[in-house]
Structure formats: structure tokens, C-alpha cells
């Protein structure tokens, strides 16, 4: 089954305009369906109020859409946004009256830089997100790890998940440890926007039937795994600061990381500022936070007043 995750921000209901509602909370889901092709589309419900909403749609997009409408803080800080979650694919879509030309120092030294710019047509632009899933994925080998968006109960089924399949592949009866922690979880069932699968790959984005856990266990964020992951509590590391970003961080400041669905509360234990916007801080999380070596985690800040995306910190 084909398929493809966007990010569509910026512009609050856009994505009625491509696909059908299908769920709501802080972040809202569409599907946009072609045949067997399926888009799934989220938004940022709550953003500009909630930090964590834009966060979250940023986060679970491989494809950004970022409706330029107009040029104001929430423009940049979606932008910056995107840039740190280094989602590389996207287009970018022109309203009332924006010019390329009028973006171009928004997105200069960001991934935007590489986007596709179109005038606004929603049905150009869903044409060009279905061609984009049909396209072959590049499919990972080994374990599968899974980021949990949300969870229930299901009368006669039991827990169900559903969750994006962040690397490799899953298979029914697989045995996925739940992190952070120590429970481990049985796939029951996978399905595909309702259709039964045996296998689910990378970038899949499924429903689990789930034995051996409760809902309860399973918060937006949670990671689901066959692999070898690493859970950190503590991080001392130089942090790449936004050069926008103007709050002064200190040590006993609170702020937010994030990686996939993940973001976890944090408070600076130490930090060293050499003017040069590569500060050295020792951060300690309230939950540890699930990662491979070698990613990249926002930081986000949630009393940094006109932009609150803060930066990235490298995680080994």
C-alpha cells in the first residue's frame, strides 16, 4: 500500500481542502486517498497557542507543507520549526499574494532552501503528495522501531496502537520492547488504514492490535522495538542555537527535547555560553528519552516569547 506522512503547517484547516478528517486532539489527522494510495495528513490544531502542537505535526512528517499566507512571527517559527525536526523533503505553498522572493531570507541556511515553491491549488498539490507515495521506498533491513501516537482499548481486540514505523520492519507476533521501561509488547494484528497486513515497513503508518500491554502504557511518544535503542536521562553536549533565538538560558532553566513523537520536560544542570550560540550544557531529563546514536534532539522553550524553538542538541 503505498503511502506518505505530511506535515501540512500554517494555515489552520488547509488539509480539508486535500483529505477527510479522521481524528482530533491537539494535532488533527486527514487522509487523503487515491486507489490504494493513502496520504496521511496532520496539522497543528492548537499552534500558535501550543509550541507542542506545531512540534508534534513537524515531527511526524516525512513531507512538510508549509502554506505561506503571511509573513509574520508564526511564519518564522514554523519554518524554524521544520528546519530542526530536518525534515529535508517539502513544498512550500504561496497565498495571498507572498512571492518566492519575499520567503528567500526566511529560508536561507535552512532545509526550506531545497522546497518546492507553488501557488496555492490544493488539487496540484494533492496530485503531487499521491505521485510522491507512489513512488518505491527505500526499505530498511533489520528490527523495526515504532513511534506510538496514541492508544485505547478496543472491545474484543484489546489494546490498540496506533504508531509510525520510524526504521526497519515489524511481522505479526514480533515481540517489541515498550520504552521508556521494561514491558515488552506482541503484535497481534497490524493493519493499514483498516486493511490487514502480515509485515508493516518504514514509513507505515499502522494500527497494532497489542498483547501483554495496556493503553495506559502506551503515551503519545512511546517507542515500540525489536532493536537496540538508547534511553538517556542525562545529556552534556554543545547545543546548536537558532540565531533568532534571544532568551537567556541558565542553569535550572526548564525547557523540552524532543525526538519523534518524544518530547520530554528538562532542566539545565549546567551550562557554559561562549557567545557563540554553541553553548555546552548538561541537561537532565524528567523521562528518558528513546533515540538511535547520532540523531539530533529540539530543543524547545516553551517561555522564549516570540520564538520558542531554541535549537538542537546532538545525541550520541
Not at 55 to 67: D, I, N, P, R, W
Not at 166 to 193: C, F, M, N, T, Y
Not at 236 to 265: C, D, R, V
Request: overall charge negative; charged content about 25%.
Amino acid at each position: 500500500m503505498p503511502s506518505l506522512n505530511v506535515s501540512v503547517i500554517g494555515s489552520l484547516e488547509y488539509s480539508k481542502q486535500l483529505g477527510k478528517k479522521s481524528g482530533e486532539t491537539d494535532v488533527t489527522f486527514y487522509d487523503l486517498k487515491k486507489g490504494e494510495t493513502v496520504i496521511t495528513i496532520v496539522e497543528p490544531s492548537r499552534y500558535p497557542e501550543k509550541i507542542q502542537s506545531l512540534y508534534y505535526s513537524a515531527a511526524f512528517g516525512e513531507h512538510a507543507v508549509l502554506v505561506a499566507e503571511k509573513l509574520d512571527q508564526y511564519l518564522g517559527e514554523s519554518l524554524l520549526m521544520i528546519n530542526a525536526c530536518g525534515v529535508k523533503e517539502g513544498t512550500i505553498v504561496l497565498r495571498n499574494y507572498i512571492t518566492e522572493d519575499q520567503l528567500k531570507g526566511f529560508r536561507k541556511g535552512t532545509v526550506l532552501e531545497g522546497y518546492e515553491v507553488m501557488d496555492d491549488d490544493p488539487i496540484k498539490l494533492g496530485a503531487k503528495l499521491v505521485s510522491l507515495a507512489e513512488r518505491q521506498r527505500q526499505l530498511q533491513p533489520g528490527p523495526g522501531t515504532l513511534s506510538v501516537e496514541s492508544a485505547f482499548n478496543v472491545r474484543g481486540i484489546g489494546t490498540v496502537a496506533l504508531a509510525t514505523v520510524k526504521s526497519g520492519s515489524i511481522k505479526k507476533h514480533d515481540q517489541l520492547k515498550v520504552l521508556p521501561g521494561d514491558k515488552v509488547a506482541e503484535v497481534r494484528s497490524i493493519q493499514k488504514h483498516d486493511v490487514d497486513f502480515e509485515t508493516a515497513d518504514v514509513g507505515d503508518h499502522v494500527g497494532l492490535a497489542l498483547k501483554g500491554v495496556e493503553a495506559s502504557d502506551l503515551d503519545r511518544g512511546t517507542v515500540l522495538t525489536g532493536d537496540i535503542l538508547k534511553q538517556t536521562a542525562t545529556i552534556t553536549a554543545k547545543a546548536e542555537m537558532i540565531p533568532y533565538f534571544q532568551a537567556q538560558l541558565h542553569e535550572g532553566s526548564t525547557l523540552h527535547l524532543g525526538h519523534w513523537l518524544q518530547l520530554n520536560l528538562a532542566r539545565i544542570t549546567k551550562i557554559a555560553d561562549t557567545g557563540d550560540k554553541r553553548p555546552e550544557m548538561t541537561i537532565t531529563l524528567e523521562r528518558p528519552l528513546v533515540h538511535p546514536a547520532g540523531v539530533r534532539a529540539v530543543l524547545v522553550y516553551l517561555d522564549g516569547g516570540r520564538l520558542r524553538v531554541a535549537g538542537t542538541v546532538f545525541l550520541e
